[in-house]
Structure formats: C-alpha cells, structure tokens
C-alpha cells in the first residue's frame, strides 16, 4: 500500500521503515500534522497513517476520502480524534494500536508521582546551582497512602499493580469492570465519589469520551481531599485546567503531573522555545512550583515505539489482505458503543 505519514518524526521513520523490512509498503513521510491544510498532501496514496495531535475531523476526512484514501491507520490507542460518524459515512477504514506498552505510560504515570512527592524537579535545578538546601523539598512516604485509579483497562491496571507494591491503599474505579487480580492483589472496588474523598494521589487513566471529558472539574475538586495530587497522563480534555488552577491557586490541590493538555495540539512535538506561548492557561500552569508538566511522552519508550510500528505495519497488512473488517484493530461506532454504554 502507498502510505502517507503525517507528524512523522525520527523515530517514526526509524521504527516503521524497520518494522516494513518486507517492503510490503511504500512510505512518504511528512513531518507536517494532517489538518484541512495539508490533507492535500494525501492525492494518490491508499492509507493516511496519524498520530494523536493529526485532525481527523468531519472537513478533514472528507477531504482524504476525495483524495482516494480508503484507510485511516492510527499509530495510538486513543481515537478520540476521530469523526467517526463521518468515516463511516465516507467509507474509511479506521485501524489502531489498541495497546502498546501499558508499562511505558504506567510507569511514567508513577514518575510524575514520586518527582512532585519528593519534589525531584525542584531538587535538580538546585544541586545544579550548587545550592544544597533542603527547604522546601519535604516529600512524604507513599507507603500507607490512598491512591485512586479512574479507569483500570491495560494502563491503569499496571499503574495500581505498581502502586500496591509501593504499600499503598489503593482503590480502584472503573465504568466496567475490574481486573479480579487487581483485587485479589489487594485493591479496592470504589464508587467514583468515594475514591475522590478518599485519595491521597488521584490517577486518570480512563478514556476521553462525552461521559469522561472534564470529569474533574470544580464540582469534583470540592470533593477532593485538601492537598491531593492529581495525575493526569490520559488525555487533557479530562480536566477542567482552569478550575484544576483555582484549586491549584487554593493550595486544595496540592501537587499537579501532566503528560497530557486540552489544548495540546497547539503546542507539544514542537520547539516552541524561542517563540511566544499565546495559551495563557497553560503559561499558568507552568510557574506552580508544584506543577510538573511533561509533553505527552509517556508513551515514548523502546519497548512502546517497536510495538507501535509492528501493529501498524500488521494493520496496514490486514487492510490489503482485506481482513481489516474482522481486525481487533478496528474503530469503528460500535467500538465507542461499547467503551461508552
Ligand atoms: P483501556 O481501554 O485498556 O482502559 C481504559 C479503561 O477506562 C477501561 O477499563 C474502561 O472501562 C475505563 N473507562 C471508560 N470510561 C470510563 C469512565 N467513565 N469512568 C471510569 N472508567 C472508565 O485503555 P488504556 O490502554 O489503559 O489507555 C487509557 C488511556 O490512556 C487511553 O484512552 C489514552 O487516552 C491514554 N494514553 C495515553 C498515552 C500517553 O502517552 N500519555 C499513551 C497511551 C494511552
């Protein structure tokens, strides 16, 4: 198949081009994100092949379905993204990476929590200045803390594993169900409101869908105990970021780690150093001292990056072989149906 790569970067062109070592496929690789401006670039190829900040919107498809483009082959889990009413209607096939590493995203997840805990950023910049004091840097044990995991699917599950090891209270959320050795490991089975008055450390690690987008918001936060951290390595539109700033402002949340932002798309994969950042709620967000923000890179690990390309040269081998219809792969609307009912 001719594929187009869109928001292409080194190690895409490195691990697919390994991953294609057949040649079963024909790559152009553009370092451009798809959006309505360079869905152009599409004329003449079989399968756009995007990454989670790529607009896959209704104007977007319609546009690579025009220009002969019969396969959408996302290389994420997430496809929120996505008009999927409109692939449908247009006849494109949309094919995923439903799971890569859960380790990578977990473990930066647990990351995020020990940095702020014990205050490691802070730490890194002061040892560098040779200014060895230790204000400020109080952390506290993990042992014995109430950590609550909202959604408990591959991520989660490692993420909550992790912590109970750690010899943390961990409860657990989810809208379906939850792993049995989760609980046989010790985890507790929570209703949502319960998790949220209960936990030291909060982690999302549920879908973005219309029943989960700004699940916490000011109305939840009320909720939350004085001080809690709240991790988010999900997706952005989870939070509502600016009541996450009041309470951050408030000191009722105590410590904040982002993998992940609302407005993201406008701002990581870029090097924006020498350029002036218009998203003052972001610009907000970074002068917390107890703020540690990260640019959607959880998922960036040897292990995630290798699988990612095998799964998507697969895809792109079972859409020829026209076996994508019965693909595990696959998103289509009964896919969302069924994450969402
Ligand atoms: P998964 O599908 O295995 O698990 C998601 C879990 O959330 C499921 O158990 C589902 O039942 C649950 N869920 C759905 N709606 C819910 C709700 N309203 N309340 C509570 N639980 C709910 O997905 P996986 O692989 O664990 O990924 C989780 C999320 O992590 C993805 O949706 C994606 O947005 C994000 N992600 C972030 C990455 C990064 O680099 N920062 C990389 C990969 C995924």
Not at 77 to 95: F, H, K, S, T
Not at 133 to 145: V, Y
């Amino acid at each position: 198949m001719r594929v187009i790569v869109y928001s292409a970067h080194r190690h895409d062109i490195r691990d697919l081009s390994a991953a294609n070592s057949a040649q079963a496929h024909a790559f152009e690789f553009f370092e451009a994100r798809l959006g309505v401006d360079t869905a152009r670039l599409a004329e003449g190829f079989d399968a756009v092949c995007t990454f989670v900040n790529d607009s896959l919107d209704a104007v977007v498809l319609g546009k690579l379905a025009k220009a002969g483009i019969r396969l959408v082959a996302l290389r994420c889990a997430g496809y929120n993204q996505v008009d999927l009413d409109a692939a449908q209607r247009l006849g494109l096939c949309v094919l995923r990476v439903p799971a890569y590493s859960p380790h990578a995203v977990a473990e930066h997840a647990v990351g995020l929590v020990l940095t702020l805990n014990r205050h490691l950023h802070r730490a890194y910049n002061r040892t560098r200045e040779n200014d060895f004091r230790l204000d400020g840097l109080e952390g506290f044990d993990l042992f014995g803390k109430t950590v609550g995991v909202i959604g408990v699917g591959r991520i989660g599950a490692v993420f909550a594993r992790i912590m109970l090891g750690f010899g943390c209270r961990v409860l657990v959320h989810d809208a379906f169900t939850v792993p049995a050795d989760l609980l046989q490991l010790g985890a507790r089975q929570s209703p949502l409101a319960e998790l949220l008055a209960q936990s030291d450390i909060v982690s999302l690690h549920c879908p973005l869908t219309p029943q989960t987008h700004h699940l916490i918001d000011a109305s939840a936060l009320s909720t939350m105990k004085p001080g809690v951290m709240l991790i988010n390595t999900s997706r952005g539109g989870l939070l509502d970021t600016t009541a996450v700033i009041a309470a951050l402002k408030e000191g009722r949340v105590g410590f904040l780690g982002l993998d992940v932002y609302e407005q993201e798309g406008d701002l990581f994969f870029e090097d924006l150093s020498s350029t002036i950042v218009a998203d003052d709620v972001f610009q907000r967000l970074l002068t917390f001292p107890n703020v540690v923000v990260t640019g959607h890179q959880a998922f960036f690990t040897r292990e995630a990056l290798a699988a990612i390309a095998t799964t998507t040269i697969a895809n792109l081998d079972d859409f020829a072989a026209g076996r994508a219809t019965t693909s595990p792969n696959r998103v289509d609307l009964g896919l969302v149906r069924r994450a969402t009912r």
